[in-house]
T-cell receptor, first 111, second 115 residues
Framework: KQEVTQIPAALSVPEGENLVLNCSFTDSAIYNLQWFRQDPGKGLTSLLL?????REQTSGRLNASLDKSSGRSTLYIAASQPGDSATYLC??????????FGKGTMLLVSP | EAGVTQFPSHSVIEKGQTVTLRCDPISGHDNLYWYRRVMGKEIKFLLH????????ESGMPNNRFLAERTGGTYSTLKVQPAELEDSGVYFC?????????????FGPGTRLTVL
């Protein structure tokens, strides 16, 4: 049974810092890994999707890496801004169509 | 392009009552998924429709939950009778292709509180 763990559970940083969020999964047989963002009271917004054959994906100030063999992914946020404050969720697709989520990392970027 | 919409946004009911949640996927998305997040836990998969057919319902907790997608458009999730442990946020998502290759687009969720 696939399990996804995210560390840390919460993170508070001052504006401008670079930061790394971590995600690990127990079964390396995945199709892809996604990072989502969730704002309070809102749905999930997909940030980056990394296929199992890829090592990383970049979008603006975000960079996600994937090491499938070790069951790890990191989300790197450069030059953090208060608008980056949200909960970040990692999810893997290891079955036919379903996502397995971690509990998320709650990020607070203070001005 | 309109996103995934869910109705209602909040629902408060008493134990033993019935509640029906609705999800309208993005137009043209054959794949529709239901997920649930209970307090303090991770988001968990409930079931997956391809058009009007249930592709995978392995995550449905018990037979008090009934999901339908008549005509392959919107979907409903009925809980009857509701129990206290059913409280949580129910998310719907849709995608054009399967999750193995395509991003799922999530709705804002329905927060269900069972008293």
């Amino acid at each position: 049974k696939q399990e996804v763990t995210q560390i840390p559970a919460a993170l508070s940083v001052p504006e401008g810092e670079n930061l790394v969020l971590n995600c690990s999964f127990t079964d390396s047989a995945i199709y892809n890994l996604q990072w989502f963002r969730q704002d309070p009271g809102k749905g999930l917004t997909s940030l980056l999707l990394i296929q199992s054959s890829q090592r990383e994906q970049t979008s603006g100030r975000l960079n996600a890496s994937l090491d499938k063999s070790s069951g790890r992914s990191t989300l790197y946020i450069a030059a953090s801004q208060p608008g980056d404050s949200a909960t970040y969720l990692c999810a893997v697709t290891s079955g036919y169509s379903t996502l397995t989520f971690g509990k998320g990392t709650m990020l607070l970027v203070s001005p | 392009e309109a996103g995934v919409t869910q109705f209602p946004s909040h629902s408060v009911i008493e134990k033993g009552q019935t509640v029906t949640l609705r999800c309208d996927p993005i137009s043209g998305h054959d794949n529709l998924y239901w997920y649930r997040r209970v307090m303090g836990k991770e988001i968990k998969f409930l079931l997956h429709f391809v058009k009007e057919s249930k592709q995978d319902e392995s995550g449905m907790p018990n037979n008090r939950f009934l999901a339908e997608r008549t005509g392959g458009t919107y979907s409903t999730l009925k809980v009857q009778p509701a129990e206290l442990e059913d409280s949580g946020v129910y998310f719907c998502a849709s995608s054009r292709q399967l999750a193995s290759t395509d991003t799922q687009y999530f709705g804002p969720g329905t927060r269900l509180t069972v008293l």
